[in-house]
């Protein structure tokens, strides 16, 4: 069955919650969840050329280049058949305005989290490393302590979860993406949602996604 297809795009500062809020949209909504990170670890991984290209970026510390980014992205848009949801990108000025270029958007769905929750969240969450999976003592505990889920495979916790890291990487986030966040706002496309847990999110989330489908009458397949 032919259908349009409902693109969206989730915002939120490191340790917002956005992966949980993520997961639940793609659960609910079976929408296809294009996560960027985990798809340039995974090119990184496999040594392709865009992953050797990238790991050169990243084994320096430096943010890979908007226009590599915005290349990378739209390539992985072109194999999506399905309603989506892009987490990752954009998170530039230059990356939002290519993105709009080539994919008029339905929705961007921005969590807003309180710095003082995300920073005392941050001090329970532990990484599997090589897959980017996130877990928070507090709400998101492993089934075994200190262990991934999937694999099995030891957690760590890392040095940039410490508070004064913390608030130093959520000062640029927001410096970042503030011109981000104002592009959006001229497309009438933004929408904010604000809370201190994803539970007190989520239901705010599923009302807006749910008027936005039926609105747009966009066919949601069955799960």
């Known amino acids: 069955m032919a259908h349009n297809i409902f693109k969206a795009v989730i915002l ?12 639940r949209i793609i659960n609910k909504f079976n929408f296809e969840h294009i996560s960027v990170g985990d ?12 992953g050797v290209e990238a790991k050169r970026y990243v084994e320096n510390g430096n943010l890979l280049p908007d226009s590599l980014m915005t290349k990378f992205v739209n390539n992985e848009l072109k194999h999506a058949n399905k309603n989506w949801l892009l987490d990752g990108f954009p998170r530039t000025l230059p990356q939002a305005h290519s993105l709009w270029e080539s994919h008029k958007l339905d ?25 980017g999976r ?29 508070p004064e890291v913390v608030r130093k ?24 949602f ?10 705010k989330v599923v009302n807006c996604l749910n008027a936005y489908l039926s609105d747009k009458r966009i066919f949601v397949e069955n799960v």
Not at 171 to 185: C, H, L, N
């Open 12 to 23: 939120g500062a490191p340790a917002s919650g956005k992966g949980t809020i993520s997961s």
């Open 39 to 50: 798809r340039l670890r995974l090119q990184i991984k496999n040594n392709t050329k865009l």
């Open 107 to 131: 929705i961007v769905i921005n969590l807003n989290v309180p710095f003082d929750v995300i920073i005392d969240r941050a001090k329970g969450r532990w990484i599997h490393l090589s897959s």
């Open 134 to 162: 996130a877990y928070n003592l507090d709400f998101n505990a492993p089934k075994v302590f200190g262990k991934d889920d999937v694999t099995g495979e030891p957690l760590i916790q890392r040095e940039d979860d410490q």
């Open 169 to 192: 990487r959520l000062e640029v986030y927001q410096e970042i993406t503030r011109p981000v966040i104002e592009f959006y706002q001229t497309t009438d496309i933004l929408q904010h």
């Open 194 to 203: 604000e809370g201190r847990t994803s539970d007190e999110i989520w239901p």
